[in-house]
């Protein structure tokens, strides 16, 4: 690649997904890059450059807009790659122009990447098309944070009588003014806006009303920056197009392939694992134990990987009858050529049910902290039970889960896969501070529960439930929400 050059990169508003192909390619090859607030960290993944944070920073100040190009020049004269990565696209009201100008002055070569601005993107993702046959067709884009002498100002009386569909960002510490020039100008106080905060993070929420209250809805909701406001007869489309937000607490490794998922159904995914597997190390006894059972039963997918790990598992397995509560655990075995058997329910219930008359003995291969229940039911059925533990449920320690549970408010669903996820999401509110938001959190939105154990855990703790599939999947449980929906 050519040396000393300066790449002026949109990272888009916010997701890693939303980024640029090239985007992604140049953050990989840069040999310093400079960005400006708390970043996804999935954007930096695979980059092997000198990370530069330009924005504010515990222990130092933000860099002043003449400190950045000065540091863009120098960086680039050392002869480095260097990518300028900024939210949204370069050039909205992103000073990328400014950068830009200042490098070419000095005879650095330059090169913009577009990016999805959030302008667009934010309206968006909370389902406000910024344009719409029959509503709206022209889009404003203005600030709403003029810096006197140093903007060409604003006409807030040709702005409020344009019609179509205005976006304000930077809006949120002027709010009430500019609310306030609009109906001055003549927009009417009843049209629809909206703020979206923080579109496309984790922690996006939407606050809709009319320009007569909503500065007043989004001060009491605590809207921050970053934000943009909408105003227009488009912000009501949301009430059909917007999705609803589905909080996925299962542990990390489930997360990516959870969150595809529940998107295929039209939920938007918050990723916040509540739990971590801990695999504990094989009983000494391991393979004596597996050949006195005659069946060897597996409750997830997980336990059955770690398990097949194990050459002696592997192979003892072939001898015996091999039980798989969930279509994902058969599917986890039949990936190592193990045929096995599920039962109809997958729930102790359905397992007693297919077993009931059939074996005498079964080994489970599962969680530290299976449950009792089961075991004791197949016991009192006259079974022989034993179990080895292959890992334990543990406290993810995860900050996804702590941003959710700081914005709890903003979700409209919770998806509780096992009791661990119900202790472990409650345990760390209450750690936080925040377990009374929490619960008046649930008793607000959805509680799904992936089955009995989990719904049982829930009333336990005194939360209700409100879906509980008729399978015991995680698909069969966003198929029960989507029904509801509908
Ligand atoms: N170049 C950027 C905009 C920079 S100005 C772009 O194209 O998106 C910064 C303003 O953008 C913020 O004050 C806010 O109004 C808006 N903004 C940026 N990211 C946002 C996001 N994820 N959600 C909502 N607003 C956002």
């Known amino acids: 690649m050519a040396r000393g050059k300066v790449y002026l990169v949109g990272g888009g508003p916010g997701d890693p997904e939303l980024m640029t192909l090239k985007a992604k390619r ?3 090859e840069a040999d310093v890059i400079l960005f400006d607030r708390l970043l996804d960290p999935r954007m930096l993944e695979g980059a092997r450059a000198e ?15 003449e400190g950045i190009n000065q540091l863009l020049i120098e960086k680039a004269q050392e002869g480095n790659v260097v990518v300028r990565l900024k939210g949204g696209d370069p050039y909205l009201f992103g000073r990328g122009g400014e950068e830009a100008l200042a490098l070419l ?4 070569s330059v090169e913009v ?3 999805v601005t959030s302008a667009v993107a934010a309206p968006e993702l909370a389902g406000i098309p910024v344009t719409h046959r029959g509503i709206a067709s022209s889009l404003l884009i203005v600030t709403g944070h003029e810096e006197p002498g140093k903007d060409t100002p604003l006409d807030w009386k040709a702005i409020a009588n344009l019609g179509g569909t205005l976006v304000i960002l930077m809006g949120v510490s002027r709010l009430e003014k500019n609310i306030a020039s609009l109906i001055a100008g003549g927009r009417t106080a009843k049209t629809p806006a909206a703020l979206v905060e923080k579109g496309g993070w984790p922690e996006q929420r939407m606050i809709a009303g009319t320009l007569e209250d909503i500065a007043q809805k989004a001060r009491s909701a605590g809207i921050e920056s970053p934000a943009i406001l909408v105003v227009g007869e488009v912000v009501e489309l949301a009430e059909k197009l917007a999705r609803d937000r589905i909080a996925i607490l299962r542990p990390k490794a489930q997360q990516e392939e959870s969150a595809r998922l529940a998107e295929s159904y039209g939920f938007q995914p918050i990723m916040a694992p509540a739990i971590a597997l801990k695999e504990k190390p094989l009983p000494e006894d391991l393979l004596e134990r597996l050949e006195r059972a005659e069946c060897v039963a597996f409750t997830s997918a997980n336990g059955a990987l770690m398990a097949l790990q194990d050459k002696g598992i592997r192979e003892a397995l072939t001898r015996k009858r091999v039980i798989a509560i969930g279509p994902k655990t058969e599917q986890a075995l039949s990936e190592y050529g193990l045929i096995s058997q599920v039962p109809e329910e997958y729930s102790s219930e359905g397992l007693q049910k297919m077993l009931s008359g059939q074996a005498c003995s079964i080994l489970f291969l599962r969680s530290a902290q299976g449950s009792q229940y089961l075991s004791e039911g197949l016991r009192q059925a006259g079974l022989q039970v034993d179990d080895i533990p292959l890992y334990e449920v543990v406290f993810s320690g995860d900050q996804r889960l702590d941003d959710l549970i700081k914005r709890a408010k903003s979700v409209e669903i919770f998806a509780f896969t096992s009791s661990s996820t119900v202790r472990y999401l409650l345990e760390r509110a209450r750690a936080m501070g925040l377990e ?14 992936i089955g009995k154990p989990t719904a049982e855990e829930l009333s336990r703790q005194g939360v209700k439930v409100d879906v509980m599939p008729e399978k015991f999947t995680f698909e069969a449980m966003l198929q029960a929400l989507k029904a509801r929906k509908n």
């Open 26 to 28: 140049l953050l990989s």
């Open 51 to 65: 990370l530069i944070d330009v924005g504010k920073n515990a222990g130092r100040h933000k860099l002043s807009q």
């Open 105 to 108: 002055e000095k005879g650095i």
């Open 113 to 115: 990447v577009p990016g």
């Open 436 to 449: 009374k938001e929490l619960r008046e959190a649930l008793e607000r939105s959805t509680v799904a529960v």
